[in-house]
């Protein structure tokens, strides 16, 4: 049941007419009478959020750090917070290729990446020259 709601739903946001819909409407409505439907349309929404939660994620990432990257100390945050190179940390940043997959952090990495800014802000906020 999974898979062909997932099919519908892939038609539906491909679909080029307000007819190629309609009969993906009644497709779809003539699915409902099955016991499984509600499920399965719980499961399909509940992969769309995450999906759309984790490409969310990546975009505020590029999108948090555009801007500052020339001013952030990067080699500073790959060696002291993630004992990695400065390489590792823009193959993440910018997603490259490394085994045949982009590269992206963890949440664990995410979370020492936020706690590696609110460090250097509060160590470069209590400097005052006099």
Avoid at 47 to 62: G, H
């Amino acid at each position: 049941m999974i898979t062909k709601i997932n099919e519908l739903k892939e038609k539906y946001v491909n679909a080029t007419s307000d007819k190629e819909r309609e009969q993906i409407n009644n497709e779809i409505s003539k699915l409902s009478s099955d016991d499984n439907f509600a499920d399965a349309m719980l499961q399909s929404l509940n992969d769309s959020v995450d999906k759309a939660k984790k490409l969310n994620k990546d975009i505020k990432i590029r999108q948090q750090l555009e801007g500052v990257t020339e001013i952030l100390p990067l080699s500073y945050i790959a060696k002291t917070y993630f004992k990695k190179s400065r390489g590792w940390l823009h193959q993440r940043l910018n997603e490259y290729n490394v085994n045949g997959k982009p590269a992206k952090f963890t949440d664990e990495e995410i979370n020492i990446f936020n706690n590696a800014l609110k460090d250097i802000s509060n160590k470069i906020g209590s400097i005052s020259i006099v």
